[in-house]
């Protein structure tokens, strides 16, 4: 393809892509293929010679497409969300074609400067203390594997990266059972062993982990011989979206000297709107930090926000310096591969900066306010509604709720068959979790486009398919 043609098929994309979005209502939300559809479409070899450019956009729309899920439904409500705004496809659609690879910062040193400037902007904007300093990774699992080697390296003296890990003592991490799971596998990635993981009990409609109960195992820990690493808190765990009380837990943090990181990946966004901060209250003692603007902020994935009140920790966990890495004369600049564990890094700052000038903080704050909204409206109709049960209040914009007939058997089996009834249907998309113990359906809202209309629009899909249901069933 010559630089013609490719001006000429970018032009046909934004036309497709534009299209796309504004017609996504007309198409089912979650894919509806078999395993398999798709490899059978795909040729098994591929070409000796190369194909016309228009023959590959046909195959396209009728190989790829209808094995897409579209989380850019405006009724998508399943999992969080993973917003794309015009703006930072715009973005993405340039850092593409100049195809940045930031690791140094003389390696594009506008990707650099721009990377410090816009997680100094989102500081501003989430309400953090000039404490931290950010780094934008991609994605927040890799964040949080970057702070339990941070907290494996500071416990173990800066030893575990050139002794390693057999002849040291057994280190504690701490956190409750609500955890995502790049909790655990950063535990096993950074050699900790998932034995060390320490979950601790909830409380409250919050369902943060008690404190007390921490402070106690810590305690026992110490006595029995283990050597407690750090803490891993949530605000807006991905199950229910459950809190830690960040100021309880930074105290006890404090008083063992223990490193405390904060996996905000999906609640994090929303801090741009004062109200909702109390729900991380304390936030400013953490010692990291991670959200993902590509959940619900509008940048499209891969865009991790990782706040650190000591960098340095990091670096010192991180940074390798083979020759042909060495800036000769220019220490003192960043280099952010130094900051994370991929050596080569997109340019993922320029998407930030499209979309925060584009639609300014206000735009982003009214998106996320409606969504909280109507996530509370969402919830007081269906508690209103027979034999609909809220089984977790709504933080944010998330809430649980089971269908319970009375008299009905099999309340598991049936909310499972509810969820894949409705995500075969097609006209929304919900997935299901476990609360403590119990098979509950998870509603979110957070889709950029979707509407209030979308949501009673989601709730006559319930009650529809939920009606009928043979309740006698399990
Ligand atoms: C989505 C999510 C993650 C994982 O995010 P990635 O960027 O996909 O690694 C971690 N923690 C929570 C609470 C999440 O919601």
């Known amino acids: 393809m010559n630089w013609d043609e490719y001006a000429r098929w970018g032009k046909e994309i934004s036309d497709w892509g534009s299209d796309y979005h504004k ?53 998508f409500f399943a999992y969080f969300p993973s917003n794309a705004s015009p703006p930072a496809i715009l973005a ?18 506008a990707a650099t400067e721009m990377e410090t400037r816009m997680m100094e902007w989102l500081r501003q904007a989430v309400g953090l203390s000039g404490d931290f300093a950010g780094v934008i990774q991609d994605s927040a699992s890799s964040a949080t594997l970057a702070a339990v080697l941070t907290m494996r390296e500071r416990s173990l003296n800066w030893q575990g990266n050139t002794k390693g890990l057999s002849s040291m003592p057994p280190l504690r991490l701490y956190c409750s059972g609500e955890v995502h799971s790049s909790i655990d596998r950063a535990v096993w990635v950074a050699g900790l062993g998932d034995s060390n993981i320490v979950r601790l009990p909830i409380e409250g409609p919050l369902r943060g982990l008690r404190a007390e109960a921490m402070r106690a195992a810590i305690i026992s820990d110490i006595a029995a011989g283990y050597k407690p690493a750090g803490i891993i808190a949530s605000t807006g765990a991905t199950g229910a979206g459950s809190c830690d009380s960040i100021r309880d837990i930074a105290k006890i943090a404090k008083e063992f000297d223990l490193y405390l990181h904060v996996d905000a990946a999906w609640a994090g966004s929303a801090m741009i709107c004062p109200e909702f901060r109390e729900l991380w209250d304390g936030i400013d003692a953490a010692d990291s930090i991670v959200f993902n603007p590509h959940k619900w902020l509008g940048v499209q994935f891969d865009c991790s926000a990782h706040f650190l009140k000591n960098p340095e920790d990091l670096v010192r966990t991180l940074a390798i310096q083979p020759e042909y890495l060495k800036t000769h004369g220019q220490d003192g600049l960043i280099n952010y591969s130094e900051w994370s564990i991929p050596l080569g890094r997109r340019f993922r700052a320029l998407k930030l900066w499209f979309l925060l000038r584009n639609y300014g903080l206000e735009e982003l704050r009214n998106r996320i306010r409606n969504h909280v909204e109507w996530s509370l409206v969402m919830a007081e109709t269906l508690r209103n509604t027979e034999n609909f049960e809220i089984v977790t209040e709504p933080i944010l914009s998330l809430f649980t709720f089971r269908y319970a007939p009375a008299g009905a058997t099999g309340l598991a089996a049936l909310n499972q068959k509810l969820v894949d009834e409705i995500n075969d249907d097609g006209r929304i998309y919900l997935t299901q979790t476990l609360i403590d113990g119990e098979k509950v359906i998870r509603f979110q809202v957070g889709q950029f486009d979707c509407t209030q209309e979308d949501i009673t629009f989601a709730y006559n899909v319930i009650c529809e398919i939920a009606g009928r249901q043979d309740v006698s069933y399990g």
């Open 92 to 109: 993405d659609f340039l850092t593409s074609t100049m195809a940045v690879n930031s690791l140094l910062w003389q390696t594009s040193p």
């Open 23 to 75: 017609t996504l209502r007309d198409r089912p939300v979650r894919a509806q293929v078999a395993p398999g559809d798709i490899a059978a479409l795909l040729s098994l070899s591929p070409p000796e010679q190369g194909e016309d450019m228009a023959v590959i956009m046909e195959d396209f729309e009728r190989v790829v497409m209808p094995g897409i899920t579209h989380w850019q439904h405006p009724r």
